[in-house]
């Protein structure tokens, strides 16, 4: 079945780099859009970015563009997240996700804090 396991959120300083993993299994990764998400307490959950199966084509959300890179290793089935510049307004929890035929698959989200 699929799996999506994330890992690398924390507690992190405004200004500072996390990056963020997410291990995915069950289904042909390669082939397969991955996206992350966030939601924060009280608020809807948001996509951030978002990675063709080739690695070729990405998209971010406005309020991360430049400061987040999404890319993924098809031969470790893994995509990242690295984000820097981190803000307090980032943090949440951070969900992986793919759309494999006939539904959504999410993994357990990772917290990420930014605070001094």
């Known amino acids: 079945q699929v799996q999506l396991v994330e890992s690398g959120g924390g507690l992190v300083q405004p200004g500072g780099s996390l990056r963020l993993s997410c291990a995915a299994s069950?289904?042909?990764?390669?082939?397969?859009?991955m996206n992350w998400y966030r939601q924060a307490p009280g608020k809807e959950r948001e996509l951030v970015a978002g990675?063709?199966?080739?690695?070729?084509?990405?998209n971010y959300a406005d309020s991360v563009k430049g400061r987040f890179t999404i890319s993924r290793h098809n031969a470790k089935n893994t995509v990242y997240l690295e984000m820097n510049s981190l803000k307090p307004e980032d943090t949440a929890v951070y969900y992986c996700?793919?759309?494999?035929?006939?539904?959504?698959?999410w993994g357990q989200g990772t917290q990420v804090t930014v605070s001094s």
């Open positions: 996700n793919t759309y494999y035929g006939p539904r959504d698959y």
């Open positions: 069950g289904f042909p990764f390669s082939t397969f859009r």
């Open positions: 990675i063709n199966g080739v690695g070729s084509t990405t």
